[in-house]
């Protein structure tokens, strides 16, 4: 199947201080990418749709200022969690969709630890 | 209603048994369906997905699709403790906008 990566997989950062999570396809162009949320033993939470040229999606009750998505690229998202807090402590995961087949790849996550 | 609905389990089975996972979709707009099997503190993985009613098979797995009833399957043959994971059903729909909406996950173990 195609491959999605994510980078950092794991990152602890103090309260106050923004961290970037970055998604790639590496082997198709992904037009839309999905940025998810999964606490534990939970299923996902989708927090946004990220779009290649354009703004996001955010789904009701996430903070655009807060979760920053940039889709700069046909292969690249980012997500900034800006002023983390403990309470953003969470899985974070991305997906990207394969507009030929509507496959839906995901990425390994990135384990995000405020202190 | 949730959209799509599916036992959290856990379910529990002996090494070589054949597992059942189901879900329930309500809207009859999602065109697409898939199984992903996601291991505890990892991204989940496709693992199947189909387009169509019918049944799809990949090696010891197969899925099966009922669009009459809204019921969606996957069953694992000869079942292996490697198979343990949680198991996620998930529809998509183009409608407006691609969207794809997940179940809650079964928790499986396969004891050996």
């Known amino acids: 199947g195609a491959v999605v990566s994510q980078h950092p997989s794991r990152v602890i950062c103090k309260s106050g201080t923004s961290v970037k999570i970055e998604c790639r396809s590496l082997d198709f162009q992904a037009t839309t990418m999905f940025w998810y949320r999964q606490f534990p033993k939970q299923s996902l939470m989708l927090m946004a749709t990220?779009?290649?040229?354009?703004?996001?999606?955010?789904e009701q009750g996430v903070e655009k200022d807060k979760f920053l998505i940039n889709h700069a690229s046909l292969t690249l998202s980012t997500l900034t969690v800006t002023s983390a807090h403990p309470e953003d402590s969470s899985f974070y995961i991305c997906s990207a969709l394969d507009r030929g087949t509507y496959e839906q790849y995901f990425g390994p996550g990135t384990r995000l630890t405020v202190t | 209603q949730k959209e799509v609905e599916q036992d959290p389990g856990p379910l529990s089975v002996p090494e070589g048994a054949i597992v059942s996972l189901n879900c329930t979709y309500s809207n009859s707009a999602f065109q697409y369906f898939m199984w992903y099997r996601q291991y505890s503190r990892k991204g989940p993985e496709l693992l199947m997905y189909?387009?169509?009613?019918g049944n799809k098979e990949d090696g010891r797995f197969t899925a099966q699709v009922d669009k009459s009833s809204k019921y969606i399957s996957l069953f694992i043959r000869d079942s292996q403790p490697s198979d343990s994971a949680t198991y996620l059903c998930a529809t998509s729909s183009n409608t407006g906008g691609f969207k794809t909406i997940f179940g809650a996950g079964t928790r499986l173990f396969v004891k050996a």
């Open positions: 189909t387009y169509s009613s």
């Open positions: 990220s779009n290649e040229g354009s703004k996001a999606t955010y």
